[in-house]
């Protein structure tokens, strides 16, 4: 939101973003970020213009001319996403009353980090595995899978808020064949992390997709699950070049 009041986004609609604007002064003034708690039976969220209840806990966060990290931070952001590209957001946030500089880190999936706060972290094709908060520290986290969804957690009494940034959606095309060829650009362009898998070395060169995120050369079409990571938000494409090949895939589907 900015200082005329108009927003992009949103957190809801109804009454509740009416009161997330009216914070706007006070978190301006004291330059303080808020965490601003709404618990909402049924009668409140009708109240509210809500379509349910529940509870939500909603950061406003001042963004200010003289915040050059932060800004630096957003833009960071905004250039990985217009160029389709997938990264994570790290942010120290306030407990339980408090009011601190929320401060955060940016790490994109080519291992560059923008931003005031201090995490090693490891990469492994695109994936945020593991994150450290500093080399003296013994905390860590891992993500067996790479981390997938948003998610809190603490460290010696702050709070920290993790989330994926960008497009992390993977479609795999499976046949580096004319068809491949044909849909891998469309996948790329809609927001699809690709990558395309094939047995044939020539097929799958840079020069035939130059829009792919990966390519991966396998020895044959029996083991393909074994190259790759499928979670719950992955697509995969069988299009290899014989229907004995397609059977083999699918098997492993």
């Given amino acids: 939101m900015n200082q005329t009041r108009q927003i992009a986004g949103s957190v809801g609609g109804g009454q509740l973003e009416e009161r997330i604007k009216n914070s706007f002064e006070t978190v301006i003034t004291d330059r303080k970020a808020r965490i601003f708690d709404f618990t909402l039976s049924e009668v409140e969220a009708e109240s509210l213009e809500m379509i349910c209840g529940g509870s939500i806990s909603i950061l406003v966060e001042p963004i200010l001319p003289d915040q050059e990290i932060l800004i630096s931070t957003i833009q960071k952001i905004v250039d ?49 595995k593991n994150l450290k908060l500093d080399k003296a520290s013994p905390f860590e986290i ?3 899978k790479g981390l997938l969804s948003a998610q809190e957690f603490s460290i010696d009494g702050q ?11 993977t479609c795999f095309i499976i046949g580096a064949g004319h068809i491949a060829q044909k849909l891998a650009p469309l996948v790329r362009l809609v927001g ?13 060169s840079q020069e035939r997709f130059p829009t792919a995120d990966q390519t991966i050369l396998l020895e044959d079409f029996q ?17 290899t070049r014989g229907h004995s090949s397609d059977k083999a895939v699918l098997g492993q589907a």
Wanted: hydrophobic content about 40%; overall charge negative.
């Fill in 223 to 239: 083991n393909v699950i074994e190259h790759i990571q499928v979670d719950p938000d992955s697509f995969l494409v069988i299009v």
């Fill in 80 to 128: 990985l996403s217009q160029n389709q590209k997938h990264g994570w957001l790290i942010s120290q946030i306030p407990g339980d009353g408090q009011e601190i500089d929320v401060r955060h880190v940016f790490i994109s999936a080519e291992g560059q980090a923008v931003g005031n706060l201090d995490f090693g972290f490891e990469i492994d094709s695109g994936t945020l």
């Fill in 192 to 204: 699809f992390t690709t990558v395309i898998l094939d047995d044939r070395p020539d097929y799958i």
């Fill in 142 to 144: 891992n993500f067996n």
């Fill in 159 to 169: 709070y920290y808020f993790i989330e994926p940034i960008g497009k992390m959606i």
